[in-house]
């Protein structure tokens, strides 16, 4: 039963992927999130950030959690793509972090990093607490150094929130509308490089029937190689559709097999 339910699956994906990466570009209307890009004028709000991105072996992808302690310390955990003893040797020696694990974990590096977050390190992750909202995991950085973090709660806690960003930080509002955690889980889920990919992908009707594009016209686009397009590409669409079978298997109890909507 479960092979066929996917076989169906996989066959009902690749008729319909055009319609299913435009509900992943979908923004929305309707209020309750806010997707934010905080930005300092020296590229990363912490110096640690600047030692990731400054080595050739290392690319800071996102953050999965990050919490102020009451002695003034905090703590996150980070991931990676790269090679976790390069992480390891930045960690060993930067002068504000005080205790690390790393560890290796299928395609990426996870650090958990206790550490000494600057000021404004420290009022960026207060801010949530504070209004009352929650933060959509993970957090993203962007080559610049940007960090890109989704607010979910109440129109008036958001736009609170922004207004306490601090001064040294310049903010863009990415996205905004209401939070529907099946697309937007899907589309969090990808860093800012293959949401690029995705979208010129998408802009280049490479999800049309037929195909309007290739790997090498998507490259071009983006000052990369096709094999980079085709792997990134494989990558979220693997994603994408354990996400389906993953969900549809989970709630398989509810419908009876003649009423699947596949």
């Not at 955990?77 to 974990?105: C, K, M, N, W």
């Amino acid at each position: 039963m479960v092979s066929w339910r996917r076989s169906r699956l996989l066959n009902w994906y690749s008729r319909n992927l055009h319609e299913l990466s435009c509900v992943l570009l979908t923004k929305g209307d309707i209020v309750q999130y806010a997707t934010i890009i905080y930005r300092h004028p020296n590229g990363w709000p912490q110096s640690l950030g600047n030692k990731f991105a400054e080595h050739d072996g290392v690319v800071p992808v996102g953050l999965h959690s990050s919490h102020l302690l009451g002695d003034g310390t905090a703590v996150m955990l980070y991931e990676f793509e790269g090679d976790p003893a390069a992480v390891s040797e930045i960690l060993s020696e930067s002068q504000i972090t005080t205790d690390y694990r790393v560890t290796q974990h299928r395609e990426c590096t996870v650090a958990y990093i206790h550490y000494k977050p600057t000021t404004t390190v420290e009022e960026l992750i207060d801010i949530p607490m504070r209004n009352g909202l929650i933060v959509d995991k993970p957090m993203l950085f962007h080559e610049d150094g940007g960090l890109e973090v989704t607010f979910i709660g109440l129109r008036a806690d958001i736009k609170r929130a922004l207004d306490e960003t601090p001064s040294i930080l310049s903010t863009t509002v990415e996205r905004v509308g209401e939070y529907e955690p099946s697309v937007q889980k899907l589309f969090t889920k990808l860093s800012g490089r293959q949401r690029e990919i995705l979208r010129t992908a998408h802009e280049l009707g490479y999800y049309q029937q037929p195909r309007e594009t290739t790997y090498q016209e998507i490259a071009s686009e983006l000052d990369c190689t096709a094999a980079n397009v085709g792997d990134v590409l494989r990558r979220i669409e693997n994603m994408v559709i354990d996400e389906i079978v993953r969900t549809a298997l989970d709630t398989d109890h509810e419908a009876p097999p003649m009423r699947s909507v596949w």
